[in-house]
Structure formats: C-alpha cells, structure tokens
T-cell receptor
Framework: AQSVTQLDSQVPVFEEAPVELRCNYS??????LFWYVQYPNQGLQLLLK??????LVKGINGFEAEFNKSQTSFHLRKPSVHISDTAEYFC????????????FGSGTQLTVLP | NAGVTQTPKFQVLKTGQSMTLQCAQD?????MSWYRQDPGMGLRLIHY???????DQGEVPNGYNVSRSTTEDFPLRLLSAAPSQTSVYFC??????????????FGPGTRLTVL
C-alpha cells in the first residue's frame, strides 16, 4: 500500500515570493506521482505528474516538481506566486502501471497575500 | 464536451434517508470512481469501475452502493444516510484502463450534509 504525507497544512506567502509545498510518500513498489490543485468550490485539476524519465517535471501555471527517489519526495515549487494561485494543493500517488487508485495526501492550503 | 458532471451540487438529508448522487461523463472514459473529501484527510476512494458492468470497492465503501450499467453513468447510492457521511463527494473518470497515464478528470463535487 502507498501513503502520502503533506508536511504543511497551511502555507501563507506574499505575492511574487517563491513557494515550496512539500510531499513525501511511502511505497514498496514503483509509483506514479501527481499534484492536483483545487480552487474554491471547484473540482480537482491536474497540475503535473511524474510517470518516468526526467525527475524535474514542469506543469501548468508555472509550477514544477522534482522527484527524489532516495528521499521519497515530490515537492512542488513555483518561483513567483500570484494571488490567483491561492488554492488547496494535493499530492497523490498510484502504483505504476496499475489501476487509477490514487492515494491522496491531506492537502496544503496555499494562501497568497498581497 | 461537458466533461464530468455531478448532480446535485448541494443536498441535505435526514439520518436514515436514502439518495443517489449522479455522475456522468461524455469522454467515453472506461474508468470512473467516487471519492469523498473530508477536512484534513484529503480524498478517499469509495468505489470504482473499470468498465460497464464492473465495479469494485475502494478504501471506504461501507454505506455506499454503485452500479455501472452504461459507460457514461456511475451513480453513487447512500442506502441509509448517517451523519458520518457528511462530506464533499467527487466523481472522476479516466481514459482506457490499460493506459499507464493515470490522469483523472474530476467533477465539480456534491456537498452532502446529513442531519
């Protein structure tokens, strides 16, 4: 079984500052890793995913994440945030090559302050 | 394409009542699933389906039933609602089961309150 830990439940940051949202996972098998974003009162939208290959993954809206197998981490970063990035962010894992049974972390609320 | 649609958006039930949450997708996706979202717990998988006529349990299936008679629809039934089922419910779908690309497309959610 897989598990996901998002280390920060709330991250406040000022506009145009950099941000890192942390995600660690646990699994005994190879995994796929995902970051989803949920804007207020909306469903989840895929930001980026790691399936294989390059460990640095670029996603939509200027976000990127780096897969670190030795540290079992998949931290999400953005060099300069905007007010519109205020949302909840979920890290998720699935067993590679299997059905789409995602295991989600508990979420990180990113609040961008003016 | 409308994508994944869910109805209703909001629902209030009394303990013991039954109801069906509707989910439909128009992308011809084989895989569909239901999650519940509770504060501080992320999303947890309730039931999923890999195609019409095939369903299976996820992490938290108790108190819920599903069926998949068509590719497009995947309703979630609460047989006898309990306050512990107060949550936000998301339906999701994904393309061909055997494709390793595991991206799921989520509906807008149904906010359910059980009194």
């Amino acid at each position: 079984a897989q598990s996901v830990t998002q280390l920060d439940s709330q991250v406040p940051v000022f506009e145009e500052a950099p941000v890192e949202l942390r995600c660690n996972y646990s699994s005994s098998v190879s995994v796929y890793l995902f970051w989803y974003v949920q804007y207020p009162n909306q469903g989840l939208q895929l930001l980026l995913k790691y399936l294989s290959g390059s460990t640095l993954v670029k996603g939509i809206n200027g976000f990127e994440a780096e897969f670190n197998k030795s540290q079992t981490s998949f931290h999400l970063r953005k060099p300069s945030v905007h007010i519109s990035d205020t949302a909840e962010y979920f890290c998720a894992v699935s067993r590679s090559g299997s059905a789409r049974q995602l295991t989600f972390g508990s979420g990180t609320q990113l609040t961008v302050l003016p | 394409n409308a994508g994944v649609t869910q109805t209703p958006k909001f629902q209030v039930l009394k303990t013991g009542q039954s109801m069906t949450l509707q989910c439909a997708q128009d992308m011809n996706h084989e895989y569909m699933s239901w999650y519940r979202q509770d504060p501080g717990m992320g999303l947890r998988l309730i039931h999923y389906s890999v195609g019409a006529g095939i369903t299976d349990q996820g992490e938290v299936p108790n108190g819920y039933n599903v069926s998949r008679s068509t590719t497009e629809d995947f309703p979630l039934r609460l047989l006898s609602a309990a306050p512990s089922q107060t949550s936000v419910y998301f339906c999701a779908s994904s393309p061909t089961f055997h494709t390793p690309n595991n991206e799921q497309f989520f509906g807008p959610g149904t906010r359910l309150t059980v009194l």
